[in-house]
């Protein structure tokens, strides 16, 4: 399977994006899928995944409440809405897929990864 993540940019504090990750290749709904990001200098960290049915979710506990993860199977693309941007979000954001129903908060655990998008998040 192939992703390509798209959306990222420059924004201002407080303000919104919405991250998109579109897989082609095999059955997208077969996969879960998951958003890490790695900011300059810092490791790459899970930030939020989801089910391959789109019924489980989770966002990890210091972004819940800004950021919400969801994917429509119909358009083969998995979404991160990200609200009240800070400048601690700066990273370049992945997308990657899991070639099980559940997701994981691993990294070493997806099987396919998108190429990444850059966020820049100006104070």
């Known amino acids: 399977v192939q992703l390509q993540a798209s959306g990222g940019g420059l924004v201002q504090a407080g303000g919104s994006l919405r991250l998109s990750c579109a897989a082609s290749?095999?059955?997208?709904?077969?996969?879960?899928m998951g958003w890490f990001r790695q900011a300059p200098g810092k490791e790459r960290e899970f930030v939020a995944a989801?089910?391959?049915?789109?019924?489980?979710?989770g966002v990890t506990d210091s972004l819940k409440g800004r950021f919400t993860i969801f994917r429509d199977n119909a358009k083969n693309t998995v979404y991160l809405q990200m609200n009240s941007l800070i400048p601690e979000d700066t990273a370049v954001y992945y997308c990657?897929?899991?070639?099980?129903?559940?997701?994981?908060?691993?990294?070493?655990?997806?099987?396919?990864w998108g190429q990444g998008t850059l966020v820049t998040v100006s104070s």
């Open positions: 990657a897929a899991r070639v099980l129903p559940m997701y994981s908060l691993l990294a070493s655990e997806y099987d396919y």
């Open positions: 290749g095999r059955t997208f709904s077969e996969y879960a």
């Open positions: 989801v089910s391959k049915g789109g019924r489980s979710g």
